[in-house]
T-cell receptor, first 112, second 113 residues
Framework: DSGVTQTPKHLITATGQRVTLRCSPRSGDLSVYWYQQSLDQGLQFLIQYYNGEERAKGNILERFSAQQFPDLHSELNLSSLELGDSALYFC???????????FGPGTRLLVL | GENVEQHPSTLSVQEGDSAVIKCTYSDSASNYFPWYKQELGKGPQLIIDIRSNVGEKKDQRIAVTLNKTAKHFSLHITETQPEDSAVYFCAAITYFGNEKLTFGTGTRLTIIP
């Protein structure tokens, strides 16, 4: 158990809908990262927050957004969902901006 | 940006034998190289990492070697056990650069009892 928690574990929704994925980092970690894992794309970095501020951006679609709250938990919002958004979404956290990342168990999203 | 290539994509070894997974990276400024193990239905778990100022690091049955000149790093697992069966990912990041962790495409390791 890495200490990173993610909810929900599974999510089934329809195309065009909007969902919110939640992540709580390890105690004491200030950085949160979001990744998407699909069969054909592997693990892709989406976005990083450090102490509430966006720090780095990867291949995140405009339909996706995230934020980190004062209590350091983070949410990833996915809107106008498409079939191709079906994937595993992982959150990771680290102590600082450049430390080892520890991954949560993931949220499996299925868009029908 | 950084590109990480990982080989092989699948690997089967007899229990007790050694397994080696190799990765190459493109950005010579990359300075941190973690390895993650992902079991079915779980998130990636860090198993070992190495920084660019070190050539080799060992932790019990697991070792990682880094060749900065060749931009190449490898994971070595000795005395393999059935519980080593999983998907392994290498990754690279350039701290003080773009700071995005770039993953290899993964190696599915199967240990044959």
């Amino acid at each position: 158990d890495s200490g990173v928690t993610q909810t929900p574990k599974h999510l089934i929704t329809a195309t065009g809908q909007r969902v919110t994925l939640r992540c709580s980092p390890r105690s004491g970690d200030l950085s949160v990262y979001w990744y998407q894992q699909s069969l054909d794309q592997g693990l892709q970095f989406l976005i990083q927050y450090y102490n509430g501020e966006e720090r780095a951006k990867g291949n995140i679609l405009e339909r996706f957004s995230a934020q980190q709250f004062p209590d350091l938990h983070s949410e990833l919002n996915l809107s106008s969902l498409e079939l191709g958004d079906s994937a595993l979404y992982f959150c990771a956290s680290s102590v600082g901006r450049r430390e080892t990342q520890y991954f949560g168990p993931g949220t499996r999203l299925l868009v029908l | 940006g950084e590109n990480v290539e990982q080989h092989p994509s699948t690997l089967s070894v007899q229990e007790g034998d050694s397994a080696v997974i190799k990765c190459t990276y493109s950005d010579s400024a990359s300075n941190y190289f973690p390895w993650y193990k992902q079991e079915l239905g779980k998130g990636p778990q860090l198993i070992i990492d190495i920084r660019s100022n070190v050539g080799e690091k060992k932790d019990q049955r697991i070792a990682v070697t880094l060749n900065k000149t060749a931009k190449h790093f490898s994971l070595h697992i000795t005395e393999t056990q059935p519980e080593d069966s999983a998907v392994y990912f290498c990754a690279a990041i350039t701290y003080f650069g773009n700071e995005k962790l770039t993953f290899g495409t993964g190696t599915r390791l199967t240990i044959i009892p």
